[in-house]
Nanobody, 123 residues
Framework: QVQLVESGGGLVHTGDSLRLSCSAS????????MAWFRQAPGKHRAFVAT????????YYDHSVDGRFTVSKDNAKNTIYLQMNNLSPEDTAVYYC????????????????WGQGTQVTVSS
């Protein structure tokens, strides 16, 4: 079975940093992209960042560009999301996704999903 497991969420204050991890098992995703999405209460799932598995090319949503950095470790089958200068607007459940085409910001184009990890930023 393919599994994606996120970790690293928590409760922080405005301006703090967090690093999220997503470990994949069951298969590798060479030739595809992995991504981070987030969903706040009452909102639709929104794109955050994505990275190609082979080339490591990143793409970011404008809301996080300059503050968040997506990276990967191919040997560990893991991607990361370094989040700096967090604000209350970043509060959401963060989901890891896999199996999408390069650069895709559409959640419908990803085939596999993790269970999510909660990030809460207090003012």
């Amino acid at each position: 079975q393919v599994q994606l497991v996120e970790s690293g969420g928590g409760l922080v204050h405005t301006g703090d940093s967090l690093r999220l991890s997503c470990s994949a098992s069951g298969r590798t995703f060479s030739g595809y992209a992995m991504a981070w999405f987030r969903q706040a209460p009452g909102k639709h799932r929104a794109f955050v960042a994505t990275i190609t598995w082979t080339g490591g090319r990143p793409y970011y949503d404008h809301s996080v560009d300059g503050r968040f950095t997506v990276s990967k470790d191919n040997a560990k089958n893991t991607i990361y999301l370094q989040m700096n200068n967090l604000s209350p607007e970043d509060t959401a459940v963060y989901y890891c996704a896999a199996g999408g085409p390069e650069g895709s910001s559409w959640y419908t184009e990803y085939d596999y999903w993790g269970q999510g990890t909660q990030v809460t930023v207090s003012s």
